[in-house]
């Protein structure tokens, strides 16, 4: 370890801010599987995909050889708005522990969106408009990535519509309120405002929905509705680029300081925080210049990784999108109301898909109680009210730190603090009151949902 | 102005967060007026105040001497998880404005309390733990107050128990549960827990409370269970103290890059934000050293400086507390239930209002529709969501910086940006629909306030 006294956060400078994306796919051996036309079994062309995307970002999803990609001035410009964000080092809860271990954050969530989510948001828009678009269309769960893209819009003068899962738009009523404060409309989802959701609907009367059903009919709005185009917060590969900033300005603050972490923890939904917070640990990992444990932690409601099939399916529930090689329960499978809004997807990232498949990474579920614990812990040594989806994380590293303690080894672990919980205080309460509960899949659910998947040969 | 390129935020490095609080009574010829005994007429003594307040915050409530105050090291740890607090540059609000001024706010709301106050709570909550001290009472108005100090008594292990405004307790559902995640006990005021609760409630059924009730009721509580004793989140000279800190560091990042504000402007409801903002400034102006333009913007629906009278009076509706000179709209005014809660206080802080009866700065009153006009024209364009009470001083920093347009003066102002609004959402979705008033008092109503007044020879 380094003689320099590390602070408790370590902040890079704005000039810092990295000035490329760093494209893991580049430096990977097996490169993630491509998105199928599910009509064709073929993969998708540029131009299949451009009714969907802007131009440019069908360019970023389809390139997997550029290893760093420039990040236009206009998005770090706003990037200096809220960034770099902070490198926290958790010397309180090391010390409320009592662990040897020495544990990291790199918190994402000092921004009005409230997550990472905006470091996506802010370059989808950005391109967009550069396209001369009208608007574009989107889902969200927990309401972070609808936050984030409403900001985004607003700052480059587009319309915003979002299809909001219906449990977290009836659970978060005031995230409406803020993007309405940003301008965009939100609509629960499933909806009767476009034909997949009347079909969902139909088929599941009273359904609390879920992000492929949200998907599912903000891509249908957005194919039909001429100047607009569908956004996307994770799962996809440019995705996962943008949020490379988080990876590589982490570890741009460790080399600072010489720390090399030995664990790297984040919560996985569609990837996005964990792909981005990776990213150039990933890569020197798969360059063969440095080794690192890096762990999922994923919802036991949701179990992509943990318990679903590595197998092409749709990203989405009522079957409109592209199919795409991935952990998956099945694109049928519709998760309880689990309180994680934003872990609440059936699928997983290709890329991270590929990685976990190739022993790149490791998975690990965790019970949404235990979540709830290690969030209500961390807020009061650490002071900062941790949102459900990253407190998966805070779990996850707590029990590494608490094996650090049994164990004696002074580990360095660095874990991805998404967000914050400001507007889950509903879960909270459930949570003081008694009243959460645990509610994991059976075999047999699984079984049927993988029934459905789609018959592909690749 | 200085050559150096000034970035958007300014951060001081952990090691220069201030070692000693300021103490503007220092510099003051003129003293604030001492707090009186209701019942003798006399200034309260040390010995008099000490089953209110610890030991200690009594010995800085009555310091009028000492300029520099140590801050305790245990305190400053804790300061170091949340502070620094950035100094921004409002470059996006300038370029929106089409103004020559520059605007630079300090931003308090990066912690989970979600504003300044918890620069107080800690300080408090760390006095009470050292006089070894079971708990703490006090009252919270928009929730800021009692979620620092839930927060603070978390971290020293100390029991809280919080007497919230009524309406914001309505308003603020999601404010309990932060505070619960912390381990408080909170209690909607007025209340039928206190003797001076029940009789509010029987002379004015249906009240939404203010902060003089809820004030009551916790000094109450804290008088009659042994080890315990109240702490208050605003107006108070020992409060002023302790945000010192705000303005220390805010001086220190402007002298770095050779800024000089010409005008500072502060929201003000007891004047914690505004005091503490203000204070190496004032400090400057009182020694002679340097000039500032200082501006206190209130509600107008509760305009103690612009339309008060500086008298004795009862800090609190309920007449148990002692007596303060200060500007006021008297103990008995309830002001109309409007959104920002922080700033529904009758009263003003002792120094401000000598500060202010001396000519050391203005005030202003700004209306609530206007307010939130400005709140969602910052939020787009500097991307943060500012709580109502902040929102005031946007308001006035925008109309200053409008009139730098007309003039064509390059004018420096710094206004402080004490919090977030993610729990006013309540207020937002109002503002939205149309439904917010400005509900301003008669002169009848004021008069009527006045002349209940207590007779005071000082």
Redesign the interface.
Known sequence: MSEKKI???I?L??DEIPKAWYNMRADMKNKPAPLLNPGTGKPLTAEELSPIFCDELVAQELDENTPFIDIPDEIRNFY???RPSPLVRAY?LEEKLQTPAKIYYKFEG???S?SHKLNSAIAQAYYAKKQGLKGVTTETGAGQWGTALS?AC??FGLDCKVYMVKVSYEQK??RR??M????ASVVPSPSETTEVGKKILAEHPGTTGSLGCAISEAVEVATKNPGYRYVLGSVLNQVLLHQSVIGLEAKAAMDKYDIKPDIIIGCAGGGSNLGGLIAPFMGEKLRGEADYRIIAVEPASCPSFTRGKFAYDFCDTGMICPLAKMYTLGSSFIPSANHAGGLRFHGMSSTLSQLYHDGYMEATSVEQTSVFEAA?QF???????PAPESSHAIRAAINEALKCKETGEEKTILFGLTG?G??D??A??KF?NGEMTDEIPTDEQLQASFAKLPKVDA
């Open positions: 602070p408790y956060k902040y400078s704005e200096t708005m809220y309180c000092n921004n009005t409230g900001m607003s700052y009523p005031f309120e803020v309405r404060t940003y301008g209500e807020a009061r040594v650490e002071g900062i009210l914050t400001y507007f205080l509903v909270y309460e003081h």
